[in-house]
């Protein structure tokens, strides 16, 4: 399948879009003293975490990194006060991590700001993506 010249201005245009917003969100964590992936771990917790937390396995999963450096992720985050680790009540091999209440404020006040400002940039990125679906 060859390309045209117009798919590769919306490829461009994509990456141009989400550059930006991912700068705007680098530094805004950065303020936070989070970084990118702490701060998409804090998502993946408390989106999908069930009653006794998100085990390590899954984050993993969520994050698409391996097993040691999501339990590496998890240190800082529990040295930060944002997630609490335990076992899990039904397989003792398994280790839960859910959200403290620190955690919790810090996730809802940078994930209203991430939304703000992904609902200003949206039309942006959907422009090109549309041009990609001819």
Not at 98 to 113: D, F, Q, R, V
């Amino acid at each position: 399948m060859s390309l045209r010249s117009d798919d590769y201005d919306a490829l461009a245009a994509f990456r141009y879009a989400m550059r930006k917003f991912l700068r705007f969100s680098k530094e805004t964590l950065t303020k936070a003293k989070l970084t990118s992936e702490q701060y998409e771990a804090l998502l993946a917790i408390k989106s999908c975490a069930g009653p006794n937390g998100l085990n390590v396995g899954e984050l993993s999963e969520r994050l698409q990194v391996k097993h040691h450096t999501a339990v590496s992720l998890i240190d800082k985050l529990v040295a930060q006060k944002l997630v609490t680790r335990k076992r899990s009540t039904e397989d003792r091999r398994q280790v839960c991590v859910t959200l403290t209440s620190h955690g919790t404020s810090t996730l809802t006040e940078m994930a209203g700001i991430h939304r703000r400002e992904m609902r200003r940039r949206s039309p942006e990125m959907i422009k090109a993506l549309e041009r990609l679906k001819k």
